[in-house]
């Protein structure tokens, strides 16, 4: 029996239909990023991990005079990672206002730059487990109070995009807060009188002050207002990524390779002497 002719029409367009919205849903389940492929299986594909350090602020990153390579804590850290996964690294230099966005843009697949975790990161950026502990300090001229309450109303220089920043404008709410792009831009407005003190991690001062010719006209204050627990950034859902950088933390802890690259850089025979006060768990 024949039908209609409007029924057979609406039959075949019901049927069109039908295998268009197949067609769609097969092309939503293909491009889903947690089906096969993501950012760890990428990386491995591209033999290239594409990793965000400082390259201005020992010695977590700075570039070595002699061989003009970035070096340092971090990028230790992020070599390891490479070696990890059996691909080059490919450094890309930031600082602490650019860090995220460049991870977010997927110009790089990792931050390793002295990113402090903290829950308004964390609601953008997955972090692994802690790598580094320190905590923040408030650099001045020798010839100034050692005192933290004298520069109450003082003319504070911090780092724009850092815990430093926001920690002293808590800490210290009648303070002047004038925020920088770097470390060294913000040492420059301390010598030349711009501003009073500068704030930032104890580590990255101590590493500031080693390679200043006029250290001794400068100190740290006694006085630790914050500790610093430091993380590696992941794009936010790269959950194998992440996965794989905290198994490679521990990994590099349980065979002695964090206290050598601690030591490294901090250690007794280092331009940044600290006591190393964390283990990677």
Same mark, same amino acid.
């Given at each position: 029996?024949?039908?209609?002719?409007?029924?057979?029409?609406?039959?075949?367009?019901?049927?069109?239909?039908?295998?268009?919205?197949?067609?769609?849903?097969?092309?939503?389940?293909?491009?889903?990023?947690?089906?096969?492929?993501?950012?760890?299986?990428? %990386?491995?594909?591209?033999? /290239?991990?594409?990793?965000? #350090?400082?390259? *201005?602020? +020992?010695? @977590?990153? $700075?570039?070595?005079?002699?061989?003009?390579?970035?070096?340092?804590?971090?990028?230790?850290?992020?070599?390891?990672?490479?070696?990890?996964?059996?691909?080059?690294?490919?450094?890309?230099?930031?600082?602490?206002?650019?860090?995220?966005?460049?991870?977010?843009?997927?110009?790089?697949?990792?931050?390793?730059?002295? %990113?402090?975790?903290?829950? /308004?990161?964390?609601?953008? #950026?997955?972090? *692994?487990? +802690?790598? @580094?502990? $320190?905590?923040?300090?408030?650099?001045?001229?020798?010839?100034?109070?050692?005192?933290?309450?004298?520069?109450?109303?003082?003319?504070?220089?911090?780092?724009?995009?850092?815990?430093?920043?926001?920690?002293?404008?808590?800490?210290?709410?009648?303070?002047?807060?004038?925020?920088?792009?770097?470390?060294?831009?913000?040492?420059?407005?301390?010598?030349?009188?711009?501003?009073?003190?500068?704030?930032?991690?104890?580590?990255?001062?101590?590493?500031?002050?080693?390679?200043?010719?006029?250290?001794?006209?400068?100190?740290?204050?006694?006085?630790?207002?914050?500790?610093?627990?430091?993380?590696?950034?992941?794009?936010?859902?790269?959950?194998?990524?992440?996965?794989?950088?905290?198994?490679?933390?521990?990994?590099?802890?349980?065979?002695?390779?964090?206290?050598?690259?601690?030591?490294?850089?901090?250690?007794?025979?280092?331009?940044?002497?600290?006591?190393?006060?964390?283990?990677?768990?």
């Amino acid at each position: 029996m024949s039908l209609p002719r409007t029924r057979r029409a609406s039959v075949i367009i019901g049927g069109v239909l039908v295998l268009l919205a197949a067609a769609v849903v097969a092309a939503v389940i293909w491009l889903r990023p947690d089906q096969g492929a993501d950012q760890l299986d990428a %990386i491995r594909r591209s033999g /290239e991990l594409n990793v965000a #350090v400082f390259d *201005s602020n +020992p010695p @977590f990153g $700075s570039i070595d005079p002699q061989s003009r390579r970035i070096v340092g804590y971090d990028v230790d850290f992020a070599q390891a990672l490479a070696d990890s996964l059996g691909v080059k690294l490919k450094l890309v230099p930031t600082n602490p206002a650019n860090r995220i966005p460049l991870l977010q843009s997927r110009a790089v697949d990792l931050i390793v730059a002295d %990113i402090t975790i903290t829950p /308004e990161r964390a609601q953008v #950026v997955d972090f *692994s487990i +802690p790598y @580094f502990v $320190s905590g923040q300090q408030v650099l001045v001229p020798a010839s100034r109070s050692g005192a933290l309450e004298d520069y109450a109303r003082s003319r504070i220089a911090a780092v724009k995009g850092t815990t430093g920043e926001q920690n002293i404008r808590t800490l210290l709410p009648r303070a002047r807060v004038i925020a920088y792009d770097d470390l060294p831009a913000a040492l420059t407005a301390l010598r030349s009188g711009q501003v009073d003190a500068l704030t930032q991690d104890s580590a990255l001062l101590a590493g500031l002050l080693s390679t200043t010719p006029d250290a001794a006209d400068f100190k740290i204050l006694a006085n630790t207002l914050s500790r610093e627990e430091i993380g590696i950034g992941v794009r936010k859902g790269e959950t194998r990524l992440l996965n794989h950088v905290d198994t490679t933390l521990r990994d590099l802890e349980s065979r002695g390779q964090v206290q050598v690259i601690f030591d490294r850089w901090f250690g007794a025979h280092s331009s940044a002497r600290q006591t190393r006060s964390f283990k990677i768990s």
